[in-house]
């Protein structure tokens, strides 16, 4: 019991700290959470997501396309699972280690989250410089690098509900895997 109640306590504490960052946020133009999708580093909207699962179980789901991995519980609710890697053209992310769920908020996507390849944190943009001279392809808003460094990773900051879209569409057009 004691466990149950250190991982309720924590989830708590993450919750009341995402929200704390958003409120904070209100006045900014922008702050995101950074997670890798598959090899590549991406920018998510704090205001879209509703906290971070560690420990998952995913149910894979016969005959669905390769962007949709499963469902999970997330606290007693079944959630639909998405890997938007093989929707940026790369292999599905792997269930290693380091993967994590990240639950979007329900006015974005109801009981959805996304499969990251590892959550790398909180991105403030005064910590980061735009890049300019990139011109972004579709469902990426901006790329960001973190510093100075040519050699430093360049982050898209994506435009989630095109990224959604495109999942949602996959379904119907796409052959189904088993």
Not at 91 to 103: I, K
Not at 131 to 153: C, F, I, R, Y
């Amino acid at each position: 019991m004691a466990k149950r109640t250190d991982i309720r306590r924590f989830q708590e504490t993450l919750a009341q700290k995402l929200a704390a960052a958003q409120h904070q946020s209100e006045g900014i133009a922008a702050r995101w959470l950074g997670v890798m999708v598959g090899a590549q580093p991406v920018l998510l909207p704090l205001s879209a997501t509703a906290g971070v699962i560690h420990e998952f179980t995913l149910t894979h789901v016969p005959f669905s396309p390769p962007h949709f991995r499963g469902v999970t519980n997330v606290r007693g609710e079944l959630h639909d699972v998405l890997d938007l890697a093989p929707l940026f053209t790369q292999t599905e992310t792997p269930l290693s280690g380091t993967a994590r769920l990240v639950v979007l908020q329900s006015a974005i996507a109801p009981r959805t989250a996304l499969l990251a390849a590892r959550v790398v944190g909180l991105r403030r943009p005064e910590a980061m410089r735009p890049l300019d001279h990139s011109t972004p392809k579709e469902g990426v808003v901006a790329m960001w690098q973190e510093s100075e460094d040519p050699n430093a990773p360049v982050w898209q900051e994506i435009d989630l509900p095109f990224w959604l879209r495109q999942a949602a569409q996959a379904f119907t057009s796409e052959p189904l895997h088993e």
